[in-house]
Every structure is written in structure tokens, then in C-alpha cells.
């Protein structure tokens, strides 16, 4: 059973790397911005406006969050959702000139957009309306490593969904506009307390279902992957309602 399961994230791995322009696969943009000081409210009214008039129908859909913890605290993440390949030759420069016009004047720091491609092997729970919280880790692992790191991250997925049936989580791996080395990783909820209580211990529940000492094997194996200095980095964001 165990070697079936290293196949399959050996399998998974490969493909994803291998197709990342395949049409059938989905999509993330991301973006950040920072206010100008004493210019939140400006920006998020500009945004808010933005939004509403081009990004609130299917296949241009943006999502914006906040930083709640952390260094960056603060900074505004926007995710241009459910794309497919197609969607990059769109034009969008009536879309882009609105921003510059009308929101880029309110913007303190802006960070450099990122594509990410969705992993559909590492996905748990369905989807729905967006969560008003996202806890995001962000994995960043040593050359030649990510089969360690991509084992514990979907078997840790398959535990998390048995002890916690309302578990919502999405991966990707970055295509372009950032470190290739890198994943990310969403949990989304509404609320905190909602904690569910389990007769198992996490590890007893890993061990179960992939077989024995496994948990303390997988995960020395991934904290072996990561990299020295900041390769496992994780805050929370809120959703802002535009």
C-alpha cells in the first residue's frame, strides 16, 4: 500500500510539472498591494468599484483578502480565480487602464503578479461561497526534494478530511512570477471554533491509514525538504467584501 501511494505523488508530480499549459488544467493569479498611508479607505472604495465592474462574473473572478498576522500584515492579496489557459490571452487592458487610472493612485507598494496552477491530487472538501478566513502556508523546498514535501502535504490532507469532515483546503505550485521551488496552501473556514473532537491522535489516525510508523517517517522526510531559512511560512488572511 505504501508504495502504491508513492507512485501515485511520484505520478501526480510529474504530470503537474509536465502540463502546466495543458487547457484542462485550472489556474490562480495572484497580486499584492499595500495603501498609500492614510489611504486604505480610498483604496478599498477604488477597488471595490474596480471590481464590481470587471471582475464579478465567471472566468474573471477576483477574490481580495487581508493580511491579519504576520510581517505583512495588512497588505491587501487579490486572486483572480478559475482560470484556464485561454483566460491569459484575454484582453484585459480596458481593465488594466481602469486600475492605473482610478486605484494605482491610492497604492503604496505593489508586489509583481503570480500564476499558480492548481493541484488537483492535493485538494480536500468542496467548494461553495469563498471562506471569510485562509490560513496560507507557504512551502518552500530544497532542489530536487518536492516528492518529500508533496507526500506529507496530501497525506496530511486525507487525515485532516477523516478527523474533520468540514476541512476545505487547495494547493498549487507556482508557474511563473515567483520561486520555482514552492507551494502554497489554503485552508479556508468562518469561523475558529469549529474544532472537532476525535478519539485518535493525529499521528494514530496517519499511521492507520498509511501504514505503520509512517507519520514520524513522512514527516522527517519533509522538514527534511524544506529549506533552511524560511521554508515552511504560514498567517492568516481575512476576506475583504468588495
Given amino acids: 500500500m505504501k508504495n502504491i501511494y508513492l507512485l501515485l505523488i511520484s505520478f501526480l508530480i510529474t504530470f503537474s510539472v509536465q502540463s502546466q499549459r495543458n487547457p484542462e488544467n485550472t489556474y490562480l493569479t495572484s497580486f499584492t498591494y499595500k495603501a498609500k498611508d492614510g489611504?486604505?479607505?480610498k483604496f478599498e472604495k477604488a477597488a471595490a468599484k474596480k471590481t464590481k465592474m470587471f471582475n464579478s462574473e465567471d472566468g474573471n473572478i477576483i477574490l481580495t483578502y487581508k493580511a491579519i498576522t504576520g510581517p505583512d500584515t495588512g497588505v491587501y492579496e487579490r486572486y483572480l480565480v478559475n482560470q484556464k489557459s485561454s483566460s491569459y490571452d484575454r484582453d484585459a487592458s480596458k481593465?488594466?487602464?481602469y486600475w492605473d487610472d482610478n486605484v494605482a493612485p491610492y497604492v503604496g507598494q505593489a508586489g509583481g503578479q503570480q500564476r499558480w496552477l492548481h493541484e488537483d491530487w492535493a485538494a480536500i472538501g468542496e467548494g461553495g461561497d469563498p471562506k471569510k478566513y485562509l490560513h496560507k502556508t507557504i512551502v518552500r523546498y530544497k532542489p530536487g526534494m518536492r516528492e518529500h514535501a508533496a507526500r506529507y502535504i496530501y497525506r496530511a490532507g486525507k487525515v485532516a478530511e477523516k478527523r474533520n469532515p468540514n476541512t476545505l483546503r487547495r494547493v498549487f505550485s507556482i508557474?511563473?512570477?515567483g520561486d520555482f521551488n514552492m507551494i502554497v496552501i489554503f485552508n479556508g473556514f468562518d469561523k475558529y471554533d469549529?474544532?472537532?473532537e476525535n478519539d485518535s491522535t493525529w499521528a494514530e489516525?496517519?499511521?492507520e491509514m498509511f501504514g505503520w510508523?509512517?507519520?514520524s517517517d513522512d514527516l522527517e522526510h519533509m522538514q527534511k525538504s524544506l529549506r533552511d531559512w524560511n521554508g515552511m511560512v504560514r498567517y492568516t488572511l481575512e476576506r475583504?467584501?468588495?
Fill in 39 to 41: 489611504m486604505t479607505a
Fill in 95 to 97: 481593465e488594466l487602464q
Fill in 175 to 177: 508557474v511563473s512570477g
Fill in 194 to 196: 469549529d474544532w472537532v
Fill in 205 to 207: 489516525d496517519y499511521n
Fill in 213 to 215: 510508523e509512517t507519520h
Fill in 240 to 242: 475583504v467584501d468588495f
